[in-house]
């Protein structure tokens, strides 16, 4: 049996029968191929780059020195590791008149082996963009950020006194890799040696130091690393450690590096859908094109077992060799796409794993049985006198049952390339929603197509919806396979432009670079007035109240079993609380309503709320400067930590704080050309604290711009791969065409009358599939925005014309394809093939 297979795929592969169904699972499983190895290699290089946001693969970060066990076990899983050391304090220098100034500072004392992911980046002018470097600053030197020089009107090469020792500031401190958005207590930040941190003296039994222990190193060797940490997390006496990863230290890149990586997924999806349509209809092509053999088979001997072994003993091999290639043009096609890409991709980008292509070769062979066995199982049911008579039977139910199981294992490849179960789920779902509504709505399309051929005159027209009846299956195969193919590319677009243009909008241009703490009431207007003398836009201003959590529902915090130590200490500390009439901007409510004003009332930002267990209608108490404050939970917010503007964890309604102690913290953008402003508004305001998160904001930007690209090209791969998808829709049917054609041209029928009645057809079909196609992507597009997404979306009309005019076209062109091999047929010819 073997034999006669490898004989019989010989045969068809020499007569050009395998060639359509090779080409359809060779670009099939080289688009999964290649959008897998360069979303793995992408994946792993934002990774990587998400890693230099703190400075190394993880970090230990702990109120007290870190025992010797913690390095002895990085040591024995011969981990790379770097000691940072964060406190505030003072800083002073001397005056020009001679007298002392002073500031308040945050002084982070680092190894020489920080940062050990990223750079920093420093520079001698203020005016400067600085460069990067992985030095760290040298023996008796600090190095300082602008802020500090600017309150100061210090430049690189004066003295700055901490502690018992004066320093040199040597260079001027740009950007951090580590440094974190929790900025609310941070002073301008001066970076100094590690060994010199003891001379000073500044560091004392009581001082409040955050101690930091960075890793890096080999996957498996951190993962093992950190498994060891956590379990050391949960005793008593390692209470005050706490394991710093990308999602709690960095919010604002994590939530950039989720959407990015579910676009991603989304791409890898699609290709799979495309990939599964494409196999089916060359499978069917396939099949149809071998009804006679198999009946030649039936006559000559075989059974039905023997007939469908032979026949899925073919579409193996074929499934073998294609994988194969497939997968070995995919992992060069991303070597292409990185080249194309060229410096706008990542640097250094992680090779990628075998997983890409284990899924990219299981996909295609598992693609290739689930959806060419329904048509396989057909042939075994062709009857023998099918040789006299050309008639063959409906699909058993068997063969109905292994559709059903073709489009199951399709459902959990679709889960399985997702690699995120809601994605997959919901793409999956809107996939087979999608499947039996074009399927339903083309068969009453074609049902209603006999009221209007009755009410039609045009001959062109009445000949051209006779043929669609007269085919009603090819047709409506035909319908729901451009409707898949066009969907699909639809949604990519739809919800790619959607996505980027939400991304931009989180992170502007005039994206607030500045923020201001410490805004005393009675400097509000004084402040705004030297702004707006600056020629800066007045920006608004928050207030912020420092309060102490007592008890949620008058049960102590303190006697509350929280679930992780990281709600424990939460909710120990102050909280910084503010109260607004209005919901603030980027801040959606998902559970409860805004205030009412009927008493004391807050909202809490979701995951707050998640880790303290709260719900609607709890009872929260506050200590505010010795005065204890209940406030009732009104609603949970979701915050976009990503856009980099003044938010609250919680807010209250004004009733209850507006009487209460309290500063103002606002943000604003300051160009490049202003940066000396930041200097004179500290000068005039010596309270103010002014923070520059510019390099932070460039960062994000940065990542952002990296994803936007890879998404760009990864949808124009997919688009290529779309294109097989369309194209086997539209010639699945060109051999029947042809025999239609060589006998209506024999009955008298003219080459022109076939065009004319042929590009009716094919314009019906495609725009039918069009339209529905555009309705699929909108509506699986809105799904994907508000539950996967999470970003506003808005019904476009265009999407509908593009679908209508993009159906019609793909339709004539692949029309016009087939239609010319079909009216250069000659007559005769195709007469003595029946």
Same mark, same amino acid.
């Given at each position: 049996m073997l034999m006669q297979s490898l004989r019989m795929t010989w045969r068809d592969w020499r007569a050009g029968e395998l060639r359509f169904l090779?080409?359809?699972?060779?670009?099939?499983?080289?688009?999964?191929?290649?959008?897998?190895?360069?979303?793995?290699?992408?994946?792993?290089?934002?990774?990587?780059?998400?890693?230099?946001?703190?400075?190394?693969?993880?970090?230990?970060?702990?109120?007290?020195?870190?025992?010797?066990d913690w390095f002895d076990e990085a040591k024995r899983l011969d981990l790379t590791w770097g000691e940072t050391r964060i406190f505030p304090s003072m800083a002073s220098i001397v005056s020009d008149n001679g007298e002392?100034?002073?500031?308040?500072?945050?002084?982070?004392?680092v190894s020489k082996e920080y940062p050990l992911r990223g750079t920093l980046k420093t520079a001698v002018q203020l005016e400067g963009e600085g460069e990067a470097t992985r030095d760290t600053p040298v023996n008796g030197t600090v190095w300082a950020d602008k802020a500090l020089l600017l309150?100061?009107?210090?430049?690189?090469?004066?003295?700055?006194?901490?502690?018992?020792?004066?320093?040199?500031?040597?260079?001027?401190?740009?950007?951090?890799?580590?440094?974190?958005?929790?900025?609310?207590?941070?002073?301008?930040?001066?970076?100094? /040696? !590690?060994?010199? #941190?003891?001379?000073?003296? &500044?560091?004392?039994? $009581?001082?409040?130091?955050?101690? @930091?222990?960075?890793?890096?190193?080999?996957?498996?060797?951190?993962?093992t690393y950190r498994k060891w940490a956590?379990?050391?997390?949960?005793?008593?006496?390692?209470?005050?450690?706490?394991?710093?990863?990308?999602?709690?230290?960095?919010?604002?890149?994590?939530?950039?590096?989720?959407?990015?990586?579910?676009?991603? /997924? !989304?791409?890898? #999806?699609?290709?799979?859908? &495309?990939?599964?349509? $494409?196999?089916?209809?060359?499978? @069917?092509?396939?099949?149809v094109r071998h009804l006679?053999?198999?009946?030649?088979?039936?006559?000559?001997?075989?059974?039905?077992n023997e007939v469908t072994a032979l026949y899925l003993t073919e579409f193996l091999l074929v499934g073998l060799v294609g994988t194969v290639i497939g997968a070995m043009l995919g992992f060069a096609g991303h070597f292409v796409l990185l080249e194309i890409l060229g410096s706008f991709v990542l640097r250094d980008v992680p090779l990628p794993g075998w997983l890409p292509a284990v899924k990219s070769i299981a996909t295609g062979l598992i693609l290739l049985v689930g959806f060419a066995l329904p048509p396989v199982l057909q042939l075994r049911n062709v009857p023998h006198n099918r040789v006299i008579r050309r008639e063959r039977e409906a699909p058993k139910p068997l063969t109905l049952l292994t559709y059903c199981c073709g489009l199951a294992?399709?459902?959990?490849?679709?889960?399985?390339?997702?690699?995120?179960?809601?994605?997959?789920?919901?793409?999956?779902?809107?996939?087979?929603?999608?499947?039996?509504?074009?399927?339903?709505?083309?068969?009453?399309?074609?049902?209603?197509?006999?009221?209007?051929?009755?009410?039609?005159?045009?001959?062109?027209?009445?000949f051209a919806l006779t043929s669609l009846e007269r085919r009603p299956g090819t047709t409506l195969v035909q319908i729901v396979a451009l409707s898949c193919g066009l969907m699909a590319l639809l949604l990519l677009t739809v919800v790619r432009a959607d996505l980027v243009s939400e991304w931009k909008k989180a992170t502007p241009p005039d994206t607030p670079n500045h923020f201001v703490i410490n805004i005393l009431p009675e400097q509000k207007a004084d402040m705004a007035a030297l702004m707006e003398t600056a020629g800066i836009e007045n920006p608004g201003l928050y207030p912020m109240v420092r309060g102490r959590l007592l008890a949620i529902n008058d049960r102590p915090v303190r006697d509350i079993a929280f679930s992780d130590m990281r709600s424990q200490r939460m909710v120990l500390r102050e909280f910084n609380l503010s109260y607004l009439d209005v919901l603030p901007d980027r801040n959606q409510i998902v559970k409860g309503r805004w205030f009412d004003h009927a008493h004391n009332e807050i909202s809490i930002e979701e995951g707050m709320a998640k880790r303290l267990d709260l719900s609607i209608g709890d009872t929260m108490t506050f200590d505010i400067t010795g005065t204890e404050v209940d406030a009732v939970v009104t609603s949970f917010r979701k915050v976009d930590w990503g856009s980099i503007r003044v938010n609250f964890f919680a807010v209250m309604n004004p009733e209850s704080l507006k009487d209460m102690p309290q500063t103002w913290i606002t943000a604003f953008y300051l160009p490049p050309e202003k940066i000396r402003f930041a200097g004179e508004l500290t000068r005039a305001f010596p309270n103010l604290t002014v923070i520059d998160v510019g390099s932070i904001i460039l960062r994000i930007q940065t990542m952002l711009d990296q994803v936007i690209i890879a998404v760009e090209f990864l949808f124009l791969f997919t688009l290529l791969s779309g294109m097989l998808v369309?194209?086997?829709?539209?010639?699945?049917?060109?051999?029947?065409?042809?025999?239609?054609?060589?006998?209506?041209?024999?009955?008298?029928?003219?080459?022109?009358?076939?065009?004319?009645?042929?590009?009716?057809?094919?314009?019906?079909?495609?725009?039918?599939?069009?339209?529905?196609?555009?309705?699929?992507?909108?509506?699986?597009g809105w799904v994907l925005a508000s539950q996967v997404f999470d970003f506003a979306w808005t019904f476009n009309p265009l999407v509908w014309l593009t679908g209508l005019v993009a159906g019609s076209l793909c339709a004539m062109a692949g029309g016009w394809l087939g239609l010319r091999q079909i009216l250069n047929h000659p007559p005769l010819q195709t007469l003595r093939e029946e």
């Open positions: 090779l080409l359809a699972l060779v670009v099939a499983v080289a688009a999964l191929a290649s959008v897998g190895f360069f979303v793995d290699r992408m994946q792993a290089g934002l990774q990587q780059d998400a890693h230099q946001l703190l400075g190394g693969d993880m970090v230990i970060a702990s109120d007290k020195k870190l025992a010797d002392p100034l002073t500031r308040l500072v945050s002084i982070k004392a309150a100061l009107d210090l430049s690189a090469g004066d003295k700055i006194t901490l502690g018992n020792t004066v320093f040199t500031i040597s260079r001027i401190l740009v950007s951090e890799p580590d440094k974190s958005l929790s900025f609310v207590n941070f002073a301008p930040r001066i970076m100094m /040696s !590690l060994p010199d #941190l003891e001379a000073t003296g &500044l560091v004392q039994p $009581a001082s409040r130091v955050s101690y @930091r222990l960075i890793l890096s190193g080999e996957a498996h060797a951190i993962e956590k379990s050391r997390l949960d005793n008593e006496a390692n209470k005050g450690i706490r394991l710093e990863t990308l999602e709690s230290s960095r919010p604002e890149m994590n939530t950039t590096l989720n959407r990015g990586e579910q676009f991603l /997924s !989304l791409v890898a #999806l699609l290709s799979a859908m &495309l990939a599964a349509v $494409a196999i089916a209809m060359a499978a @069917r092509r396939f099949v006679d053999a198999c009946a030649m088979l039936r006559c000559l001997g075989m059974t039905q294992v399709f459902v959990l490849l679709l889960l399985w390339q997702a690699g995120d179960l809601k994605l997959g789920l919901y793409t999956a779902g809107g996939f087979m929603g999608g499947l039996a509504v074009f399927a339903l709505v083309g068969w009453l399309s074609l049902k209603g197509l006999h009221v209007l051929r009755r009410n039609l005159n045009n001959p062109d027209w009445r369309l194209y086997a829709a539209l010639v699945g049917s060109q051999d029947e065409r042809m025999r239609e054609a060589g006998l209506l041209r024999a009955l008298g029928a003219t080459r022109s009358q076939l065009k004319q009645a042929q590009r009716v057809e094919f314009l019906l079909i495609g725009s039918l599939g069009g339209l529905m196609a555009a309705t699929g992507a909108d509506v699986i």
